[in-house]
């Protein structure tokens, strides 16, 4: 079955500290995959997004994810986190044998201390 | 360039009526999935339409359904509303089909069943 786990559920960081945010998918084929972030108050927006080629991908704002077909994992990094990064981030699979339907992570806050 | 639009934001219902959300695509996008985002979950697939015909359908009851006009709006209908159903129903919009495209996001109608 298709799926995606988001570990951590709440993640706390200092301004200016590195971030990583976890996910790891269950898929039988090449997973395309996705992470959004959710501001309190508004839709998803797409940080970036994996399809298949170079496994470092570089996404809007500062963001990257790695691409880890071993660990079944999608990480999502930053060097240094901003206070306006504090978000819902979600992780998301295509399934796309005929339709667009994305299947979700549960997602992680993400909080950010001056 | 306006993005995805919905309507209403916030929507108060009791259990057994009946309710119809909008969503207005980017201008040109031809693709419009729906979503349902539960509190502190991650959104759940519902629908998708591509020029005006149903292309997928999640894992939802008969009760929901949905319609994409001429334009690309769509509706999405609910039902005999249950409590459950209380939720933060989401549009997404795309050019075309395919993983290619970029599905943009509008901010949701939150709906609240009583």
């Known amino acids: 079955a298709q799926s995606v786990t988001q570990p951590d559920i709440h993640i706390t960081v200092s301004e200016g500290a590195s971030l990583e945010l976890r996910c790891n998918y269950s898929?039988?084929?090449?997973?395309?995959l996705f992470w959004y972030v959710q501001s309190p108050g508004q839709g998803l927006q797409l940080l970036l997004k994996?399809?298949?080629?170079?496994?470092l991908v570089q996404g809007i704002k500062g963001f990257e994810a790695e691409f880890k077909r071993s660990q079944s994992s999608f990480n999502l990094r930053k060097p240094s986190v901003h206070w306006s990064d504090a978000a819902e981030y979600f992780c998301?699979?295509?399934?796309?044998?005929?339709?667009?339907?994305?299947?979700f992570g549960t997602g992680t806050r993400l909080q950010v201390f001056p | 360039d306006a993005g995805v639009t919905q309507s209403p934001t916030h929507l108060i219902k009791t259990r057994g009526q009946h309710v119809t959300l909008r969503c207005s695509p980017i201008?040109?996008?031809?693709?419009v999935s729906w979503y349902q985002q539960v509190l502190g979950q991650g959104p759940q697939f519902i629908f998708q339409?591509?020029?005006?015909?149903?292309?997928g359908r999640g894992n939802f009851p008969d009760r929901f359904s949905a319609r994409q006009f001429p334009n690309y709006s769509s509706e999405l209908n609910v039902n005999a509303l249950l409590l459950g159903d209380s939720a933060l129903y989401l549009c997404?919009?795309?050019?075309?089909?395919?993983?290619?495209?970029?599905?943009?996001f509008g901010p949701g109608t939150r709906l609240l069943v009583l």
């Open positions: 997404a919009s795309s050019l075309s089909t395919g993983w290619q495209e970029t599905q943009y």
């Open positions: 898929y039988g084929a090449t997973p395309y």
């Open positions: 994996y399809f298949s080629g170079d496994t």
């Open positions: 998301a699979l295509a399934a796309y044998y005929n339709t667009d339907k994305l299947i």
């Open positions: 201008s040109g996008h031809k693709s």
């Open positions: 339409y591509y020029e005006k015909e149903e292309r």
